[in-house]
């Protein structure tokens, strides 16, 4: 019923920038806080960072000052923007968003994920 959709994945050289996007669609009645995930191989599904309805930010401390989130409520868009890429950062990135449908309580949705890689 909800589905979310990543964009803007790619192969970056180091200290280049990046934009991801992900668009909410479905039976969506609200959107609460959503927020980007990431995975590089090998290791655990970590936070990047997220947002609240209310645009309360919050970052993992490898990207502060580097990535900055943001959303729009209108469009039930989260975007990633991701400047001085280092080769850390490569990984697959995720999307989630806690949506209310109709009927149902808030619940955890993701998207299928964005491939990142930073190399020369």
């Known amino acids: 019923q909800v589905q979310l959709v990543e964009s803007g994945g790619g192969l970056v050289q180091p200290g280049g920038s990046l934009r991801l996007s992900c668009a909410a669609s479905?039976?969506?009645?609200?959107?609460?806080?959503m927020g980007w995930y990431r995975q590089a191989p090998g290791k655990q599904r970590e936070l990047v960072a997220a947002?609240?309805?209310?645009?309360?930010?919050n970052y993992a401390d490898s990207v502060k000052g580097r990535f900055t989130i943001s959303r729009d409520n209108a469009k039930n868009t989260v975007y990633l923007q991701m400047n001085s890429l280092k080769p850390e950062d490569t990984a697959v990135y995720y999307c989630?968003?806690?949506?209310?449908?109709?009927?149902?309580?808030?619940?955890?949705?993701w998207g299928k994920g964005t491939l990142v890689t930073v190399s020369s």
């Open positions: 947002i609240t309805s209310g645009g309360r930010r």
């Open positions: 479905g039976s969506i009645f609200s959107i609460n806080g």
């Open positions: 989630n968003a806690v949506v209310a449908v109709i009927g149902f309580p808030p619940m955890d949705h």
